[in-house]
């Protein structure tokens, strides 16, 4: 059974850095793309990039390039999203989601289940 | 970047309706779309991919249809657990994007 499973919510503050996480099991963690979803409070989804974990190949929408990092280390089958200056804006539930093939244009197949990231003042 | 403009943003039925979700796209994406239903509290759900298959386990009364830049999600006849919000995603261009998402309410 595929399955993902995210790290602990997380409160920051505004300034601080913060790295969560995607641990992927049931399946060969390095030939799958992972994808990052941003889902703001109240709001609906927004696709964020991802990573092919087998040679960390990056994506990004344009809307978020230079403002996170993601990677991904395939000996622990897991991929990460991080912030290195967090803003109040970037308050927001972040889903990991596993892409359906090894082709970087596929449906998100498998989700984990959410990590909400609170940052105040 | 292609824009995914999905109709309406809400609405509310009643159990046994037919409902029907629209999302147009500002430009051709092949059949490249899948519908996604989120609950309050959860992680979004696969319903369809390739604009008509539905997933394993994904009632019969659950349906896709369209081509080219229209596409429909409709649910024959609506049951209590289908009250959540449905969302269209196109991954035929590079960023894939999701539709604004449509909140489906009890009347």
């Known amino acids: 059974e595929v399955q993902l499973v995210q790290s602990g919510a997380e409160v920051k503050k505004t300034g601080e850095s913060l790295k969560i996480s995607c641990k992927g099991s049931g399946y060969s963690f390095s030939n799958y793309w992972i994808g990052w979803v941003r889902q703001m409070p109240g709001k609906g989804l927004e696709w964020m990039g991802i990573?092919?974990?087998?040679?960390?190949?990056?994506k990004y929408s344009p809307s978020f390039q230079g403002q996170v990092t993601i990677s991904a280390d395939k000996s622990i089958s897991t991929a990460y999203l991080q912030w290195s200056t967090l803003k109040a804006s970037d308050t927001a539930i972040y889903y990991c989601a596993r892409l359906y093939s090894g082709y970087y244009l596929s449906h998100l197949q498998y989700w984990g289940q959410g990590t909400l990231v609170t940052v105040s003042s | 970047d292609i824009q995914m403009t999905q109709s309406p943003s809400s609405l509310s039925a009643s159990v046994g309706d037919r409902v029907t979700i629209t999302c147009r796209a500002s430009?051709?994406?092949?059949?490249?779309l899948g519908w996604y239903q989120q609950k309050p509290g959860k992680a979004p759900k696969r319903l369809i991919f390739?604009?008509?298959s539905l997933d394993s386990g994904v009632p019969s009364r659950f349906s896709g249809s369209g081509s080219g830049t229209e596409f429909t999600l409709t649910i024959s006849s609506l049951q209590p657990e289908d009250f959540a919000t449905y969302y269209c995603?196109?991954?035929?261009?590079?960023?894939?994007?999701f539709g604004g998402g449509t909140k489906v309410e009890i009347k």
């Open positions: 990573i092919y974990p087998g040679d960390s190949e990056t």
């Open positions: 430009q051709g994406i092949r059949n490249d």
């Open positions: 390739a604009v008509s």
């Open positions: 995603l196109q991954h035929n261009v590079f960023p894939p994007a």
